[in-house]
């Protein structure tokens, strides 16, 4: 049978959130930190390589990106890339709806571009796989953990980087 119930937090997490036990410990937890930042995965797109970019320095700099983490982290560039695509394409258009017409030109109704189905699923992809790596603002909140070696950004100022 699986698991039930929430994923059990890292033991770094439990011990900057004042939650670590020892009885509750995992003695032999991996905890590897990259000895510099990885590379991207061939397969990301140029945006899936932006966003890969700006999250490697985020995690780096909070520590909270292990060297095992690194094909997690290609599953969360890709769903930013496809985001970010989406959220152009519809800025382009002017909305997220466009006008049915027939073949004399009669509007026959209003229809939801693909791109918003597709946004709002890569957006739901994002928002899990953020909680993993402590990028939402509820899970960063339970982490009490000692300053960084440099600024960190929020999750917005994150996710519009180099957005013009």
């Known amino acids: ?65 292990g060297a095992q983490d690194v094909a997690l982290l290609a599953v969360l560039a890709d769903p930013l890339s496809v985001y970010e695509r989406c959220a152009r394409f519809l800025q382009a258009k002017g909305g997220e709806s466009f006008v049915v017409t027939d073949g004399d030109g009669t509007p026959t109704g209003v229809h939801a571009w693909p791109e918003v189905r597709i946004k709002a699923a890569a957006a739901t992809e994002i928002r899990r796989l953020c909680e993993h790596f402590g990028l939402s603002p509820a899970s960063r909140a339970r982490v009490n953990a000692a300053a960084p070696a440099g600024p960190v950004d929020d999750l917005a100022a994150f996710l519009n980087e180099g957005v013009s």
């Open 1 to 65: 049978m699986g698991r039930r119930g929430p994923l059990p937090f890292p033991t770094k997490v439990k011990a900057d959130r004042g939650t670590l036990r020892a009885d509750r410990t995992n003695p032999a937890e991996p905890v590897t930190l990259p000895a510099k930042a990885p590379r991207p995965p061939a397969w990301l797109d140029a945006e899936g390589v932006k966003a890969w970019r700006r999250l490697v320095r985020v995690l780096t700099a909070t520590r909270v990106l």
